[in-house]
Nanobody, 124 residues
Framework: QVQLVESGGGSVQSGGSLRLSCAAS????????MGWFRQAPGKEREGVAA???????SYADSVKGRFTISQDNAKNTLYLQMNSLKPEDTAMYYC??????????????????WGQGTQVTVSS
């Protein structure tokens, strides 16, 4: 059974940084796409960043240059380093995963596994 557990959320001031972690268990696929999503109250869920098993990454335009997605395969952990945070980054952040090889791993993939989310709040 695949489990994804996010951590690292919190409250920071505008311009600050946070690093989110997503610990994966029961996930033994050699080819996969993993991603970070966020959803603010009253807004649709948005794909933030994604990374595949080869290490190729993709980012939403709104976070390019500020956020970095990475993975530690030895620890089965996905990360999202968020710098220069803005109030509009405030949202619940979710980790997601899906098995398979994709031409382009991104937020448009139909992810089948999801974590419970971690809240990020950025104050001005």
């Amino acid at each position: 059974q695949v489990q994804l557990v996010e951590s690292g959320g919190g409250s920071v001031q505008s311009g600050g940084s946070l690093r989110l972690s997503c610990a994966a268990s029961g996930y033994t696929y050699s080819s996969y796409c993993m991603g970070w999503f966020r959803q603010a109250p009253g807004k649709e869920r948005e794909g933030v960043a994604a990374i595949d098993s080869d290490g190729s990454t993709s980012y939403a335009d709104s976070v390019k240059g500020r956020f970095t997605i990475s993975q530690d395969n030895a620890k089965n952990t996905l990360y999202l380093q968020m710098n220069s945070l803005k109030p509009e980054d405030t949202a619940m952040y979710y980790c997601a995963a899906e098995a398979g090889a994709y031409d382009y791993c991104s937020g448009s993939i139909a992810f089948g596994y999801w974590g419970q989310g971690t809240q990020v709040t950025v104050s001005s």
